[in-house]
Structure formats: C-alpha cells, structure tokens
C-alpha cells in the first residue's frame, strides 16, 4: 500500500467515525474516547483508541 493510499484509508475511517459519532449523538448517547499509547515489538508507538459510550438520561 502507498503513502497516498494509506492516508486516503485513513481519512476515511476518520469520515466513517464521525458519521457514527453524530448517529450517536442523535440518539442520545454520549461517547468518550481515550487514547493510549503502545510501543510494538518493532518500536513503532501505536496508538488505540478506547470508546465509553453512556445513555444520556
């Protein structure tokens, strides 16, 4: 995969999260997400993302 490529996935996942975040939202629910760090056996830092989705009363 390229460069380009892998930054046209990217932008894409991004589109397709906020889509689901506003979807979310419409229905009432409220999402947090938190973003940790990991280092890979091959030294690259790879960052995670962890959602906490909650009902909004």
């Known amino acids: 995969m390229t460069d380009a490529e892998l930054a046209q996935a990217v932008r894409e996942a991004v589109e397709r999260l906020n889509a689901a975040l506003a979807e979310a939202a419409r229905h009432n629910l409220a999402v947090t997400l938190?973003?940790?760090s990991h280092q890979t056996t091959g030294g690259v830092e790879?960052?995670?993302l962890e959602p906490r989705i909650f009902k909004q009363l």
Do not use: A, G, K
Request: zero cysteines; charged letters at 15%.
């Open 34 to 36: 938190r973003t940790t």
């Open 46 to 48: 790879q960052v995670v």
